[in-house]
């Protein structure tokens, strides 16, 4: 089963996304297209959050709110959006390139499955380079094996999920 995608840039008005999909569940991945060195090899994308949301356009304005906000030179993080986020990304600011940064979005069609592919992403991402995307702070809810094995059973094909 395919799964719908989007990929626009941070800045980029949402509403156009939104009006092509439904306000379901869903997961993201915030990435500055540009290389971060990570512990086991250079993460050519920039991949700097991966998350889920049970409202994902709900979700995705939050983070938006949360990383423009704080991307500002402010003397104090402004807490809007993602609270947690707003406060990693105000310590982190001055080195995102925000006019660089782009969000990923995977809509697959539960909540469950959204679950799975987030801990797919994180896992892999883990696998890949050693540790968690920067701004992330928690592993997957479960392993890449049993994310693999959920989502085929849910008929979403991994092959397609090359984000990572």
């Known amino acids: 089963m395919k799964m719908q995608t989007f990929d626009f840039s941070l800045s980029q008005e949402t509403r156009t996304i939104e009006a092509q999909s439904t306000f379901g569940p869903g997961c993201y991945v915030l990435y500055q297209n540009k ?5 086991g090899a250079i993460d050519a994308k920039g991949i700097l959050y991966i998350g889920k949301g049970d409202n994902i356009f709900h979700r995705v304005n939050s983070l938006k709110r949360s990383v423009l906000d704080n991307c ?17 990304i105000f310590r982190i600011q001055k080195f ?18 959204a679950r799975h592919l987030e801990s797919y992403l994180l896992e892999s991402y883990v696998s890949k380079y050693g540790e968690l995307p920067p701004l992330n702070g928690q592993y997957g809810s479960f392993s890449l094996a ?8 849910s008929g979403i094909d991994i092959r397609e999920i090359d984000f990572i």
């Open 35 to 39: 290389a971060i060195a990570r512990l």
């Open 72 to 88: 500002r030179n402010n003397p104090q993080p402004l807490l809007r959006g993602h609270q947690t986020l707003s406060k990693k």
């Open 96 to 113: 995102i390139a925000v006019e660089l940064l782009r969000i990923n979005i995977l809509i697959p069609n539960n909540m469950d499955d």
């Open 146 to 153: 049993d994310s693999i094995r959920y989502l085929e059973f």
